[in-house]
């Protein structure tokens, strides 16, 4: 069943980054993301480092990804002390995630960037519509909310790991479950990187 | 990209196989997908950071270049991490099959925005020069600059 819900999921983002790509094929010039996402923080922006604060946030949410699988391996061996220590490994990957994308926000609004806002002229030097700002906030913040709700269930599941619920069962089932949720929103960050950042 | 699906299946496939399903999570396979996808996350920022300094790729290109590298890190994701490479064959499917419909939509899509956007190049004239309107660089304060963008941005407007 996650497999078809996470289906259903893939269309909606599919569906956003798809309009995205539409309204910016539509548009005759584009802000460019190396302008606009060069910031690093307790770094002077002077320095201007595109993609690299992304590039890091990419690999915590890859690294949250792989401590995932070694706690849901762990659970087929049906280890469970190293399925809690994984998830913990996981759980907090996802808030170094989520602490980046707050700071990434917090960065931008203090540029003047908003919904409905958006100072980052075109790559042409023009006057650039709010799309970009539009569609970059929505589109991380439905994303952000998604890594959101997946440290809640990973958090869920490590205290039903902790009460020994899935030991009593004897299979780690919903580990697996959870396991799967969080690849998928690792999956969709990876299409958002390269249709943010990248392209 | 299939050509590596292909050696991995040589080489750990049968083995996987044979000894059921608990021993397909081998922690060997795991390390070795998140190299692969952090050693294709560095190429790419490689590659952007080559482009920013000589400009040598091309946009083109290298928008090509990333569009694959990142369906091989979501093949590699979806096969390893999310485990579906080792599943029955008909829930490959029922996932792969509709998947193949992005493919359609991404290219239906962008040709239409890009088709709006001639169209629109062509008939209405104030959007073609809202794109010469040059603002100044950022730097200065974003308030005032927007003030003063306002009253050229309605100008066109109302000789319309």
């Not at chain 2, 059921?20 to 996350?41: E, M, Q, V, Y």
Request: charged share 15%.
């Amino acid at each position: 069943m996650m497999w078809y819900f996470l289906m259903s999921d893939a269309f909606t983002f599919g569906a956003f980054l798809i309009s995205y790509g539409t309204i910016r094929m539509s548009s005759n010039s584009w802000p460019d993301p190396n302008e606009v996402f060069r910031a690093f923080p307790f770094m002077s922006p002077e320095l201007h480092l595109p993609l690299v604060f992304v590039s890091l946030m990419t690999f915590i949410l890859i690294m949250s990804s792989v401590t995932m699988v070694l706690a849901v391996a762990a659970g087929h061996a049906g280890d469970r002390k190293k399925v809690t220590f994984y998830m913990i490994l996981t759980i907090i990957g996802g808030f170094m995630f989520l602490g980046c994308q707050a700071w990434e926000w917090t960065h931008l609004h203090g540029e003047g960037a908003w919904w409905g806002r958006n100072p980052f002229p075109n790559v042409n030097g023009s006057k650039a519509s709010t799309n970009f700002s539009n569609f970059f906030f929505t589109i991380t913040g439905f994303h952000g909310f998604h890594v959101f709700s997946g440290v809640i269930i990973n958090i869920i599941m490590l205290i039903k790991n902790l009460r020994g619920d899935f030991e009593r069962r004897g299979h780690y089932l919903m580990i697996e479950k959870a396991g799967l949720y969080w690849h998928f929103v690792d999956l969709v960050w990876v299409f958002v990187f390269t249709c943010f950042y990248l392209l | 990209m299939s050509n590596q699906a292909t050696t991995h299946d040589t080489t750990h496939g049968p083995a996987a196989h044979g000894s059921g399903h608990a021993a397909s999570f081998d922690t060997k396979p795991i390390w070795r997908t998140f190299w692969i996808l952090l050693g294709i996350t560095m190429v790419e920022l490689l590659l952007a950071t080559i482009h920013l300094k000589t400009g040598f790729p091309n946009k083109y290109v290298l928008n090509g270049v990333y569009l694959i590298l990142t369906c091989a890190k979501a093949f590699y994701i979806i096969a390893e991490f999310m485990h579906l490479r080792h599943e029955i064959k008909n829930l490959i499917m029922t996932i792969a099959i509709p998947a193949c419909l992005f493919i359609w939509f991404i290219i239906a899509f962008l040709t239409d925005g890009n088709s709006f956007r001639v169209l629109r190049d062509r008939y209405d004239p104030y959007h073609v020069e809202q794109n010469t309107i040059k603002v100044a660089p950022a730097g200065g304060e974003e308030g005032p600059a927007g003030k003063e963008q306002t009253p050229p941005a309605q100008k066109p407007g109302e000789q319309q």
